[in-house]
């Protein structure tokens, strides 16, 4: 049994450094992605919840949540905050401001505000004037990067530099935008740690090739249905519940490992589940603001993504998957890591339940 200690130890400290996660909040930063997209511009700000509550007139203790509540009472006011201070000029025309998207998933410690703007014409040359946060704290930095067809441009404002400036030569092709968005796809996969135990849990005990392909190919044809269905407006999931149901999903899925049920319809399971992770690559999608004229290239080259991220993992994982299940001492450590799987799950669904419910 020695070594079913010492691989349940091992899996153990990887899934504690999993459900921790790091929670050091830098009080005076925000993040910026700006994305041009023909005569549309996106920012993307990640701020800190106790910057914006203190710019929205709320006494705060960094110790202390800000309540979702206060943020939902207050959308004009911060609609209002960003008009003031955020502005984006193309090719010397001030850009019209097209309404500011809260996403209230990152609480208690940041939010994500999504402003759009739309411009006189395509833009190839932008101008950014960013002077948020800087009358409450003179140290405070936004730093960032533009999309361009060539890459990203880094960026960064402080209260000596409110400005940047950014050429983009040529408007992105149909072949780069689906390099890019594909790039996402694959990115989002590799670093979803929620998907990536959900596939794992569904693969422990995986002896054979053929059971592996249903399973993944259950699970494809089913996020593949979900993140279509909701990226053409047919369904509207709420984001946050989506996020409990899918770590609940790899609760459900750990269980069933523990009970020894339903292991021969496994491709149900993943089909089932597999709804429901689609709502979850929507939900990061969505974020992007990549549609343009372009919905359908963009869904294909994200989906593509996360089917070429998903392919990695497997082809990573298969291989010790069954040469795991092959030893004698499979079953116990199995049950083990199935064990861990679950706790970590429960804990998942239980924060962000309360985090964002």
């Known amino acids: ?50 910057d914006l ?25 911060i609609n209002t905050y960003l008009a003031g201070r955020l502005a984006v000029t193309g090719d010397g025309t001030p850009c019209a401001p097209a309404g500011v998207t809260p996403d209230f998933d990152g609480l208690p410690e940041n939010l994500l505000l999504t402003a759009r703007f739309t411009c006189a014409g395509p833009v190839t040359a932008l101008d950014l004037d960013y002077r948020l946060l800087f009358d409450l ?50 990115e989002h996969i590799l670093i979803g740690i929620d998907h990536i135990l959900f596939i794992l849990a569904l693969l422990i ?13 259950a699970f494809t044809i089913a996020h593949s249905l979900t993140l279509g269905l909701a990226w053409f407006g047919v369904i509207d ?12 999903s790899i609760a459900l ?28 690559f929507y ?30 993992i497997l082809l990573a994982a298969l291989g010790p998957l069954i040469w795991w299940a092959r030893r004698p001492w499979h079953h116990a450590s199995a049950l083990a890591a199935s064990g861990l799987i679950l706790l970590v799950a429960l804990w998942w669904a239980a924060e962000r339940a309360f985090l964002t419910l």
């Open 1 to 50: 049994m020695t070594r079913v200690r010492v691989l349940t130890a091992a899996l153990a400290l990887l899934l504690i450094l999993a459900a921790g996660g790091a929670r050091a909040h830098l009080t005076s930063l925000t993040t910026a992605r700006v994305t041009p997209d023909g005569d549309a511009v996106t920012v993307a700000l990640t701020v800190s919840a106790h």
């Open 53 to 77: 509550a203190a710019a929205l007139g709320l006494a705060t203790d960094p110790s202390v949540p800000v309540p979702l509540s206060f943020f939902t009472r207050r959308l004009d006011q």
């Open 137 to 186: 704290d003179p140290r405070h930095r936004a730093m960032g990067v533009v999309d361009t067809p060539q890459g990203p441009v880094e960026i960064l404002f402080d209260r000596t530099m409110t400005r940047q400036s950014v050429d983009l030569p040529a408007p992105e092709t149909h072949l780069a935008r689906f390099g890019r968005v594909f790039g996402l796809g694959v």
């Open 205 to 217: 005990g995986a002896t054979r090739f053929w059971p592996v392909a249903g399973v993944i190919t």
């Open 237 to 248: 999931p709420p984001p946050a519940l989506v996020e409990v149901a899918i770590a609940l």
């Open 253 to 280: 899925v750990a269980l069933q490992n523990i009970l020894g049920k339903g292991l021969d319809r496994r491709w149900m399971v993943a089909g089932a589940f597999g709804l429901i992770h689609g709502l979850g």
């Open 283 to 312: 939900a990061a999608l969505s974020h992007l603001d990549l549609r343009g004229g372009q919905a359908a290239l963009t869904l294909l080259a994200f989906n593509m993504g996360v089917e070429a991220g998903q392919l990695l």
